[in-house]
């Protein structure tokens, strides 16, 4: 695979994933006790999951304590549907995990803390997305913060104010930093695998500085043609040294860790979710995108966690009308005791 057409195909998820309708929806629901609803729905076109119950359409594996469903909409689409209920955030940690899906090896955690303050109970609500096992170049030498939020969909706030030409011209200039950054990934990953290569070639002929120093013409013949036998047979000619044609022997596999790595930073663009909270009392804090009446949305989707960590961030408070009026009959009760001691005090004093 072209590595140029690689990185394309990663910046047209972008378009597609801020335009596209959510096929995949979870609501995560609060409630007064710490307990939480969660419910999982998927749309699909396959109907067989109408009649077939072995295949599971969600991104968690599900077992009998789920409430499954399965229904065709009026857009003639199968709507999936897993419900259930854990009692707090510790144990849907311990059970809830996205084992079905290309997103199972990113790391994720709820947090959700009650405080009592007698006159109110204060939620926090905190979803952590962890950042995805990704290149070791750090993205950040090739793009500014503003410029990552951009390229992240994040940066609303960061264009503001210009007309769709600057705002064009803006994200074309990111995208070519972002492609240089991307180079530099895999001119690290080659690099790298290769020298492992060479030390297990054990070849006096070879060694690691030859891939050092010509590190850049060596990807051009890794970009040309994504195969062990294109780019072996190409070192030995540049080289003009057939001992590279022996990292054809399968236990040579050097590219085999390289083509693992981009299929799983692809597969993250493959998926994108609605996520939906709705936390009891009056919101005070959150960062969600959307917030209609008293449930808030943010679309995850692997930009907002392959260069770092993604938190849905809430908080609400709840006013216990009760203490108000514990504490009302508190007060009247001590009124009523400081009055019947006054007056029994003015008796004895005549």
Known sequence: MNTKRLLTIILVFLLVLTACDVRREIIKKVNRDGSIDTKISVWSEDTTLLYKRDQNPFPVKT????????????????????????????????????????????????????????????????????????????????????ELKIWTDEGNEVSAGKDSIAKEKIKNEINIKAEKWYKACVT?????????????????????????????????????????????????????NDKFLKLLDKKYDFLNDIEK???????????ETLFKTIIPGKLINTNARKINHD?????????????????????????????????GIIIFLALIIKFLSNKIRKNNEK
């Not at 790595?261 to 998926?271: G, V």
């Not at 392959?306 to 006013?319: H, M, N, P, T, W």
């Open 295 to 327: 449930t808030l949305s943010w679309k995850v989707n692997a930009y907002k966690f392959i260069f770092k960590e993604y938190e849905l961030k809430a908080g609400s408070r709840v006013i216990n009308w009760w203490a108000f009026w514990v504490t």
């Open 63 to 146: 077992d009998n304590l789920w409430k499954l469903s399965f229904i065709r909409d009026s857009f003639k689409k199968i709507r999936c549907t897993a419900i259930r209920k854990f009692p707090d955030a510790e144990n849907l940690n311990k059970i809830f995990r996205f084992n079905n899906s290309n997103w199972e090896n990113l790391p994720h955690k709820l947090i959700v803390e009650r405080k009592f303050r007698w006159f109110c109970t204060y939620f926090s609500y905190l979803e952590i997305f962890g950042k995805a096992d990704s290149y070791k170049v750090p993205v950040e030498k090739y793009l500014t913060e503003n």
């Open 188 to 240: 690290e990953e080659l690099a790298g695998s290769l020298k492992k290569a060479v030390i297990l070639l054990n070849e006096p002929s070879i060694q690691q500085k030859m891939i050092d120093e010509n590190i850049d013409t060596i990807l051009t013949f890794y970009t040309n043609d994504w195969t062990v036998k294109k780019l072996a047979t190409s070192l030995a000619s540049y080289f003009h």
């Open 261 to 271: 790595k981009n299929k799983t930073f692809i597969d993250y663009f493959h998926e």
